[in-house]
């Protein structure tokens, strides 16, 4: 039991990865698509926070001397995470308008009826 409580933020983002992989291979309306992607893109955020979390770390600043360094948190992941969620969201953004673009053309949102309309 106590594996699992010291993992759960990674079963957590795995478990949103594979959801987010599989309404992705799976479903073919393609806002269900575009929501597996944002699934998909939450269960990677989460998963590049766990890695930089350290259980009753502290913030990387040094303002005492006595500061032991061992028990900061890493802030690159944070960064990492904060630009991916932008651009997490400037991606959803083009999908959704591209879907919305799609279905004014073809009158659907279902990715086999496009694909077979194309041809």
Same mark, same amino acid.
């Given at each position: 039991?106590? &594996?699992?409580?010291?993992y759960i933020y990674y079963i957590g983002a795995f478990g949103l990865i594979f959801i987010g992989i599989y309404i992705v /291979?799976? =479903?073919?309306? /393609?806002i269900k698509v575009i929501i597996g992607l944002s699934i998909l893109d939450t269960g990677v955020n989460l998963f590049l %926070?766990?890695?930089?979390y350290i259980s009753k770390g502290t913030a990387p600043? &040094?303002? =005492? %001397?006595? $500061?032991a360094i061992a028990r900061m948190v890493d802030p690159v992941p944070q960064a990492l995470? /904060? $630009?991916a969620i932008v651009i997490g969201v400037a991606v959803l953004a083009l999908a959704l308008s591209l879907a919305i673009r799609l279905y004014h053309h073809y009158g659907t949102l279902n990715l086999r009826e496009i694909k077979d309309q194309r041809w």
């Open positions: 039991m106590n &594996f699992i409580y010291n /291979l799976v =479903k073919r309306n /393609l %926070i766990s890695i930089g600043i &040094f303002s =005492k %001397i006595d $500061t995470v /904060l $630009t």
